[in-house]
T-cell receptor, first 113, second 117 residues
Framework: GESVGLHLPTLSVQEGDNSIINCAYS??????FIWYKQESGKGPQFIID?????DKRQGQRVTVLLNKTVKHLSLQIAATQPGDSAVYFC????????????FGKGTTLSVSS | GAGVSQSPSNKVTEKGKDVELRCDPI?????LYWYRQSLGQGLEFLIY????????KSGLPSDRFSAERTGGSVSTLTIQRTQQEDSAVYLC???????????????FGPGTRLTVL
């Protein structure tokens, strides 16, 4: 069964705002988490990842926060742009042979100008 | 090409027909994954290949689904006697390392959209 889920299926923001996309996971053994962005008609594209021994990681305009206590993952996008409009998936992996990534259902981010 | 490629990009078939979907992973990547994405849904794991090891087929929904990976590179996903519920986007991903070896960034292809009439 699915172990990764998202709090909101859709999120609408204004250009320039900061966006926060949330994700809850259920497997406490997961040790690696990834955020993917999927634009219409394309495959998922890697955004940022984080290991379970970290609680924060920053990239360019994006930050991932991991709270293992409550098994919560979030993606923060600073100064959201129209080009950020897409479906965002969180995925988890636990370090066992033969286990692929487990994906949530995704949050659709809509950015209006 | 630098990325994962898949063919065909679109496939329309009639119920009961067999289809083959192809994936060319990034050169040198040892791990290859197939996922299925139904409309508005997340990705559903189907099968995973890692080097010369036996594939993890735990995600295949029925025995009508099979996949092979020849020479550790190109992979073909075959669906026999297709049903309408098989309609989805089939995504392939490759990774430089397999699961269980640490970080596991997967690079996805654009997918094959399968429509079963």
């Amino acid at each position: 069964g699915e172990s990764v889920g998202l709090h909101l299926p859709t999120l609408s923001v204004q250009e320039g705002d900061n966006s926060i996309i949330n994700c809850a996971y259920s497997n406490s053994a997961s040790d690696y988490f990834i955020w993917y962005k999927q634009e219409s008609g394309k495959g998922p594209q890697f955004i940022i990842d984080i290991r379970s021994n970290m609680d924060k990681r920053q990239g360019q305009r994006v930050t991932v926060l991991l709270n293992k206590t409550v098994k919560h993952l979030s993606l923060q996008i600073a100064a959201t742009q129209p080009g950020d409009s897409a479906v965002y998936f969180c995925a988890e992996n636990f370090n066992q042979a033969g286990t692929a990534l487990i994906f949530g259902k995704g949050t659709t981010l809509s950015v209006s100008s | 090409g630098a990325g994962v490629s898949q063919s065909p990009s679109n496939k329309v078939t009639e119920k009961g027909k067999d289809v083959e979907l192809r994936c060319d992973p990034i050169s040198g990547h040892t791990a290859l994954y197939w996922y299925r994405q139904s409309l508005g849904q997340g990705l559903e794991f189907l099968i995973y290949f890692q080097g010369n090891s036996a594939p993890d087929k735990s995600g295949l929904p029925s025995d009508r689904f099979s996949a092979e990976r020849t020479g550790g590179s190109v992979s073909t996903l075959t669906i026999q006697r297709t049903q309408q519920e098989d309609s989805a986007v089939y995504l392939c991903a490759s990774s430089p390392r397999g699961t269980g070896t640490g970080f596991n960034e997967q690079f996805f292809g654009p997918g094959t959209r399968l429509t079963v009439l």
